[in-house]
């Protein structure tokens, strides 16, 4: 009688362990958000939708794991991103300039063909137009991976369809003080069904009430663990992409 009694107790208990509540994990502790984020300027609801959009992408666990990037940007320059050692090296054939860089510091080296930048004012200044083409470039491949980057308010503007017929949550991204040209503005559109960028539109500056440019965001694939498109604009596309 004594045993069943204690086989009778070690199962009500593990009956009761059982059914505590797990601890629930939201999307932002999955997908923090980067330092200089600012997040208590943004909406709730836009920073969910840039969760989903992380989580629709590969998750951030492989979009943190994806080391290194290559791609050719509108058939010209070539870039390779080294994100874990946070490096890049940019090719560009037009003129024959090859620069490597740091992306922390903004330290590096530069030359054409041959022949190396090794006087301060001209390294600097081709060191300075490295960082601002991989700035660019960088962002026209991996923008739905920067949604809760440094610098960045993110608004809910509602719903919307987009230049495909596609039903879209659209948020709007703005910066303060990050990248060369900060009063930049974009629409993002995240399609109903997928929760991914179908299309962005663009804004030379936050106050305009008309895009510059609005460019799709398709023809999704698989590279690694993660998902890549990039936008496309007047037939120009990037190409030569891969991930290790």
């Known amino acids: 009688m004594k045993l069943l009694l204690i086989i009778s107790f070690s199962i009500t208990s593990l009956l009761i362990i059982s059914c505590e509540p797990k601890e629930d994990i939201s999307q932002s502790e999955i997908n923090p958000a980067a330092d200089g984020f600012n997040e208590n300027a943004s909406d709730t609801k836009a920073i969910a939708i840039a969760d989903e959009v992380m989580e629709a992408m590969g998750g951030r666990e492989a979009w943190d794991n994806t080391n290194e990037l290559k791609w050719t940007f509108f058939g010209n320059r070539q870039h390779e991103w080294n994100k874990a050692e946070k490096k890049a090296k940019i090719i560009s054939p037009n003129d024959g300039i090859s620069i490597e860089l740091n992306l922390e510091d903004k330290s590096g080296s530069a030359s054409r063909g041959d022949v190396k930048f090794t006087e301060s004012d001209s390294l600097d200044f081709f060191l300075k137009r490295g960082n601002g083409w991989w700035i660019n470039d ?43 040209t ?61 991930v290790n």
């Open 182 to 242: 900060p009063d930049n503005k974009y629409l993002v559109y995240v399609d109903d069904s997928s929760r991914l960028v179908t299309q962005w539109d663009y804004y030379t500056n936050y106050q305009d009430s008309l895009p510059r440019f609005q460019s799709p965001w398709n023809n999704y694939k698989k590279y690694g663990d993660i998902l890549l498109a990039g936008g496309s604009i007047r037939g120009m596309t990037l190409t030569d992409i891969s």
């Open 138 to 180: 960088s962002y026209w491949l991996v923008m739905p991976f920067k949604l809760k980057d440094s610098g960045v308010t993110l608004k809910y503007i509602g719903k919307d369809t987009s230049q495909i017929g596609r039903n879209s949550d659209v948020i709007e991204l703005t910066f303060a003080d990050v990248g060369v």
